[in-house]
């Protein structure tokens, strides 16, 4: 018998307000063609004034939840990925906790940006396979409209709000790769290009800061990295590009997502695709597309998903998964 943390349930949030392409051209030197043929978004979520992340994620939890058919107090464990936390502490996981009504179990933010769901499903793996928690909710939730710069037009049109959520569970498997659950993950970062993404803001300056972007760097970061990591967790896991049923990957941008579908050599009908709607969401990105994907009919019990990320840390991964 081999221990696996399977997906159970799975589940989403977008604030009610979208914000289509054409709103910006008010705003900024820009216009939808611009947005939607350099990046693929047309529309995207903002969260309502007083609407906080924990509120996106507290109801992104309770549909995984309702998902998986179990109450909150049979979770063990939740992990939030934010880089847009209500305060800088305590942690949102706390919040949604409390949220929650749990009055048990442990909760704690994991910070890796555009790759914190990768990060944080990694590390809810390895809470289950070292027997420290059976169930483990992994959220990711961000309100990024909170940190544009309104007057910078290469980063502003590019974020929006949301939340994703998974229940995680203990599962006994055979120990090969037809096993539902983690089967393998790979995690990277290289903090020497802090410039090129980073919030101009914290402890350091006593504001909430704004995002700031070296766009063509980071698309030439994540071409190469994203590959490069999906390979490696493919190879860990002892599979190939070929047994691949569904990429989803972090949706910053529909060519990078193109091409590291090419890189991977796999067809982007085998793509989840979602940035048209939720624009770059942050590390809610892959959870609300594992949602929105299995909502669709896309992912099904006993697909093989592969999910890929890369965001400020530098910080890249990839987590390979059988649904
Ligand atoms: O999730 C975390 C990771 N983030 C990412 O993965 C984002 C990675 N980067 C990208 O997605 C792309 O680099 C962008 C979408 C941000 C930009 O696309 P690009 O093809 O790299 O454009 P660029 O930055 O080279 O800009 C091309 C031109 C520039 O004008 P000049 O200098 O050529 O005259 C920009 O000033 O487009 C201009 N531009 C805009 N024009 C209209 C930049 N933003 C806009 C805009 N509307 N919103």
Request: glycine share 10%.
């Amino acid at each position: 018998m081999t221990l696996r943390a399977a997906v159970r349930g799975v589940g989403h949030y977008l604030p009610d307000r979208v914000v289509p392409n054409a709103e910006f051209e008010a705003i900024v030197e820009t216009s939808d063609e611009w947005i939607r043929s350099r990046s693929g978004i047309e529309r995207r979520h903002f969260a309502a004034e007083g609407q906080a992340t924990s509120d996106l994620a507290t109801r992104a939890a309770t549909a995984a939840l309702a998902d998986a058919g179990i109450d909150a107090s049979e979770i063990d464990a939740i992990i939030v990925a934010t880089s847009t936390p209500d305060l800088t502490f305590p942690s949102v996981a706390t919040m949604v906790q409390a949220a929650l009504g749990m009055t048990k179990g442990f909760a704690f933010d994991v910070q890796a940006v555009c790759a914190g769901f990768v990060f944080a499903l990694t590390n809810a793996n390895a809470l289950i396979l070292s027997g420290q928690a059976t169930r483990v909710l992994v959220i990711g939730a961000e309100t990024f409209s909170r940190l544009m710069n309104w007057k910078d037009r290469g980063t502003c049109v590019l974020f929006g709000d949301g939340a994703g959520a998974v229940v995680l569970e203990a599962t006994e498997g055979a120990g090969n790769t037809a096993d539902r659950g983690i089967l393998a993950t790979d995690l990277n970062s290289d903090g020497r290009y802090k410039d090129i993404l980073y919030v101009d803001g914290g402890t350091s300056t006593g504001t909430t800061g704004h995002l700031v972007m070296e766009g063509k760097e980071v698309f030439r970061h994540a071409i190469e990295k994203l590959a490069e990591t999906a390979h490696h967790a493919l190879d860990k896991a002892g599979l190939t590009s070929e047994d691949v049923d569904w990429i989803v990957p972090h949706q910053a941008n529909i060519r990078i997502i193109e091409g590291t579908a090419k890189r991977m050599q796999v067809p982007m009908e085998r793509v989840v695709v979602t940035v048209q709607d939720h624009g770059n969401t942050s590390a809610a990105s892959i959870p609300l597309a594992l949602s929105v994907g299995k909502a669709r009919g896309q992912i099904k019990s006993g697909d093989l998903v592969v999910t890929e990320a890369i965001g400020g840390g530098l910080a890249w991964g990839s987590v390979v998964l059988r649904w």
